[in-house]
Nanobody, 123 residues
Framework: QVQLQESGPGLLKPSQTLSLTCTVS??????????WGWLRQSPGKGREWIGY???????DFNPSLTSRTSISSDTVKNQFALQLTSVTPEDTGVYFC???????????????WGQGTQVTVSS
């Protein structure tokens, strides 16, 4: 059973960098054809795909966020992480990590989800 758990600070000030970690259990993040993604949901925008990293380290990002986003993995800890720079109040929302087998042609279609973590950006 694949389980994902997000962790990270819940409150940031504008211009800070958001750093979230997803700890994975039940499967190795290096398993062939496995992909590991980040999405968020906010009341004003609905669900939004942020980006993902593949089992081989390849990444892809939402074009609207790519200039501020990086995703990395730690194969020793079996974790992957999101960094979003220069946050504003519009980055407020619930952030989810997710996983699937096979490259996500539809970046909103994932097999497993974390429970989500609230991130609030406020001065």
């Amino acid at each position: 059973q694949v389980q994902l758990q997000e962790s990270g600070p819940g409150l940031l000030k504008p211009s800070q960098t958001l750093s979230l970690t997803c700890t994975v259990s039940g499967v190795s993040i290096t398993n062939n054809y496995s992909y590991w993604g980040w999405l968020r949901q906010s009341p004003g925008k609905g669900r939004e795909w942020i980006g993902y990293i593949g089992y081989g380290g390849d990444t892809d990002f939402n074009p609207s966020l790519t200039s501020r986003t990086s995703i990395s993995s730690d194969t020793v800890k079996n974790q992957f992480a999101l960094q979003l720079t220069s946050v504003t109040p519009e980055d407020t929302g619930v952030y989810f990590c997710a996983s699937r087998l096979g490259e996500p042609r539809d970046p909103y279609n994932w097999d497993y989800w974390g429970q989500g973590t609230q991130v609030t950006v406020s001065s």
